[in-house]
């Protein structure tokens, strides 16, 4: 089968300046699963001299000072993959990774919010459970009386 599709990934990748295609499909060994995580390569692009090419890497706007932290790992890595020096420059941009279409906020309806203990409910919670000497099971009890409290009131 990769047989078949290895000429269309090896074409698309070429227009995009992707010469090597394993920096494409291979990209978190390369940098490491930390770096993909938060940036993933995008162009590259060859400048008039000819002399080394600049690689554009797409992450958002929160990791970007990470990432900025990483380029000349980033650089050595692609560099290594690609055998030599092909690429002098890493660029960043910063986009969200996904279209106007994908990052779109749901129309669903929020999920319902617990309502808060009453009053009523505290108080009795809390003498119940105020004979226990342990803060934190003491806590415990009274929150666990609230929770069955407030499910036998509302049924």
């Not at 919670?125 to 009131?153: C, P, Y």
């Amino acid at each position: 089968m990769s047989g078949f599709i290895d000429g269309q990934v090896r074409k698309a990748g070429e227009q995009r300046g992707f010469a090597v295609m394993r920096l494409l499909t291979h990209w978190s060994e390369i940098v490491g699963e930390d770096t993909a995580r938060m940036a993933h390569p995008v162009d590259v692009g060859y400048g008039r001299e000819g002399f080394g090419a600049t690689l554009t890497v797409l992450c958002s706007g929160s990791t970007a000072p990470l990432v900025q932290q990483m380029l000349p790992q980033i650089r050595e890595k692609v560099n290594a993959c690609y055998g030599y020096s092909a690429i002098s420059r890493v660029r960043i941009t910063q986009t969200a990774p996904v279209g106007f279409n994908e990052g779109q906020r749901s129309f669903k309806s929020a999920p319902k919010v617990k309502d808060p203990a009453s009053e009523h409910v505290v108080s009795a919670s809390k003498q119940l459970a105020s004979d226990v000497e342990s803060d934190g099971l003491r806590r415990a009890l009274e929150q666990l009386g609230q929770n069955v409290m407030a499910r036998t009131s509302n049924t």
